[in-house]
């Protein structure tokens, strides 16, 4: 009965659609699941290159960006070398998801580049030093 009334309200396209989804479900949640996975798997990965790349600055450079305010220390990331190669290496899995999106990012240094601006890895670098 219920059938019936739902397939009357969709029409046949709907109801062709629905017969689809019935038939493969287990397969397209399998799917949605899987990449709902990854985005977790990307954001602890998005993390972790973050915390790799903000160690190896103050490695290197921390006599350099030590008691600088925020934008003093934007500015002097923008004359440094920032160790992209450690950041990439710091992950087993070649994706990256930034908080607060469900997309996936390929963990090389151009989309590092975009994804962590001087200015967000001049604020972690100020919390990292806080420590």
């Given at each position: 009965?219920?059938d019936?009334?739902?397939?009357?309200f969709i029409?046949d396209?709907?109801?062709?659609?629905?017969?689809?989804y019935l038939e493969y479900?287990?397969?397209?949640n399998?799917?949605?699941?899987?990449?709902?996975?990854?985005?977790?798997?990307?954001?602890?990965?998005?993390?972790?290159?973050l915390?790799?790349?903000?160690?190896?600055l103050?490695?290197?450079?921390g006599?350099q960006?030590k008691s600088r305010?925020?934008?003093?220390?934007?500015a002097?990331?923008?004359?440094?070398?920032?160790?992209w190669?450690?950041?990439?290496?710091?992950t087993?899995l070649?994706?990256?998801?930034p908080?607060?999106s469900?997309r996936?990012y390929?963990?090389?240094?151009?989309n590092?580049?975009?994804?962590?601006?001087?200015?967000i890895?001049a604020?972690?670098?100020?919390?990292?030093?806080?420590q």
């Amino acid at each position: 009965m219920f059938d019936i009334i739902i397939r009357s309200f969709i029409g046949d396209a709907g109801g062709r659609i629905l017969d689809f989804y019935l038939e493969y479900s287990l397969i397209i949640n399998g799917i949605i699941l899987l990449y709902f996975v990854f985005i977790l798997v990307g954001r602890r990965n998005y993390g972790r290159v973050l915390e790799t790349v903000v160690f190896n600055l103050n490695k290197n450079h921390g006599n350099q960006l030590k008691s600088r305010n925020p934008k003093q220390l934007s500015a002097a990331l923008r004359k440094i070398d920032i160790p992209w190669e450690a950041g990439i290496d710091s992950t087993y899995l070649p994706f990256i998801t930034p908080p607060g999106s469900f997309r996936l990012y390929l963990k090389n240094e151009l989309n590092l580049q975009k994804l962590y601006t001087n200015d967000i890895l001049a604020d972690t670098l100020i919390d990292y030093q806080k420590q």
